[in-house]
């Protein structure tokens, strides 16, 4: 039985004689082909290698021999060890490394860009952290309230008197109002500064950000502030302190920008002071309103009001 090799291997018939006749009439055969030339060829099995490499060539679905797989056919019996020949054809130049560069691993490439990702996503990150950092975050207190620098110098500690000559403004001011004898009553900011405890100055609400602006003589020498920090008056009998809101912390601002704070206690109905460190003043002196407390009526509409009966301002003595 012939054995079966596939068709890019060269097939020839069974010999009959020995093996070196065999090779003697191969011989004989590729010099004729020699003389004939390419184009006057007779078929022949031993052309089937060229006749596969044109194929490929054009078709492209031709298969192309690996050098590693070409076979080798024996020209002796099946029991004897003859002569060998190597057939099939080589394949086209370059195309194996081709073929290999198409199924090499991909890893390179993957690993690069994974990497790159990971190096943009970090300067990313690294810049908003940046950007987060260096936005500047004001805590308003009170209606929006920007305070300015503060002083920090030690307080005056000699002997001072109130200063004199100082006239209010107010940026909220109450319209006039009836006591209970029928008598009308005005609030305007100058009743803070009249020296009369009985009298007030007034603001609806909680009155968080208003401020009163006081005028003092230019070139006072400022070494402490003071007030009365509700409405300190009897009226019948009734007082009236505890039925509105006190003020619980203002702000003072002086001319130039320097400022501190003071806080107030509540139901303290006196003058509440506080020295500070000289400063000569040219120029207006704004308290602002930071904190107040709820009305001592809630359920009088007319109660729910700031009313600040003394403002007092000290010089040295």
Known sequence: MPTDLPDEWFRPSRPEGDGAGELDRLADQARSDSEEGPDHRPFSPSSSSTADGSQEATDPGARTLDPESTGRLSLGGLDDEGPSVVVGHAPRRGSHSRGHGRRGPRWPLLILGLTLALVLGLILGSLARKARSSESHISPVGNSIMAPQTTEAQPWRG???????????????????????????????????????????????????????????????????????????????????????????????????????????????????????????????????????????????????????????????
């Open 159 to 317: 002997s001072t008197r109130i200063v004199s000559g100082v006239s209010a403004e107010a940026s909220c001011v109450t319209a006039p109002a009836l006591d209970e004898m029928g008598r009308q009553v005005r609030y305007p900011a100058a009743n803070a500064v009249d020296g009369n405890r009985s009298t007030a100055w007034r603001c609806d609400g909680e009155a968080i950000g208003q401020r009163v602006t006081l005028e003092v003589p230019s070139g006072t020498r400022l070494v402490g502030v003071g007030i009365i920090n509700g409405y300190a008056k009897n009226s019948g009998g009734t007082d009236l302190y505890h039925e509105y809101r006190r003020v619980l912390k203002v702000r003072w601002t002086l001319p130039g920008g320097s400022w501190f704070t003071q806080d107030l206690t509540d139901g303290n109905e006196g003058v509440q002071g506080l020295k500070i460190s000289p400063h000569v003043v040219r120029g207006p002196v704004v308290m602002t309103i930071l904190a107040s407390s709820s009305p001592g009526m809630p359920g009088e509409g007319t109660r729910d009001a700031i009313l600040v009966s003394e403002i007092q301002l000290y010089t040295s003595s």
